[in-house]
């Protein structure tokens, strides 16, 4: 694979000079990840120099890295074996949170920055890291799904439904519709407004002989 693979890896700020080989280990450990798919552990630091036969040498400033790791979240770190000695220089409060994994070889590094070759193969598994941690499904508002219908707004009444729309919503008739119903019953109208007076209706036969 890596005859036939380029890698570039890229420093941001390279034009300015710096001696940084205590990244050494975070190197190989993203190198081998993206090779062989294995998710890296978020909760997991480390340092180290590696050589080019895989072997962890010391580094120095552990005192602070170990510290801004700690204030960071994190509490597990990988450290060369010749650091060990260095454990002694950090606070009582932050070493009694944290836990080491010294290392000679890169190999070992490797075997618990990464997650198992298993949940590389299982893609419902490499979604949730162990113990719950890691980058998951954010919680809260959910999109809605393309294949479920969402209901629409009810659509609005026609405006030629006829007398009984507006008795089925509930509102009350106009006046101009009491007085027709009034004068379909046969009695007499009220006079309108311009003064005219409506006719009553002319008495039918059955009527006079009541």
């Known amino acids: 694979m890596l ?4 890698v570039h890896l890229h420093f941001p700020e390279g034009a300015v000079s710096k001696d940084g080989p205590s990244a050494g ?9 993206l090779l062989t798919g294995r998710l890296v552990r978020n909760d997991v630091a480390m340092t180290g120099e590696v050589t080019l036969r ?7 400033g552990v005192k ?17 074996a010749r650091n060990e000695k260095d454990l002694l ?20 590094a490797l075997e618990v920055a990464l997650h198992p070759a298993e949940a590389a193969a299982d893609p419902a598994s490499s979604s949730t890291p162990p113990d719950g941690k890691g980058h998951g499904e954010r919680a809260g508002r959910q999109r809605p799904r ?11 009444p026609s405006a030629s439904a006829g007398p009984m729309s507006a008795a089925g919503r509930g ?28 006719a009553a209706p ?4 059955a009527d006079s002989a009541c």
């Open 3 to 6: 005859n036939r693979t380029d």
């Open 25 to 33: 280990v975070a190197i190989v450990t993203a190198l081998t990840s």
């Open 54 to 60: 895989g072997l962890v040498l010391p580094v120095g």
């Open 64 to 80: 602070e890295k170990v510290i801004g790791a700690h204030r960071a979240g994190v509490r597990m770190c990988i450290l060369p």
């Open 89 to 108: 220089e950090l606070p009582a409060s932050v070493a009694a949170e944290m836990d080491f994994t010294f290392v000679t070889d890169v190999e070992q």
């Open 146 to 156: 393309a294949d479920v219908a969402v209901p629409g707004p009810a659509p609005a």
């Open 171 to 198: 509102v009350a008739p106009s006046r101009r519709a009491r007085r027709g119903a009034v004068a379909a019953a046969g009695c007499v109208t009220r006079p309108s407004r311009r003064g005219a007076a409506a």
């Open 202 to 205: 002319v008495p039918s036969e």
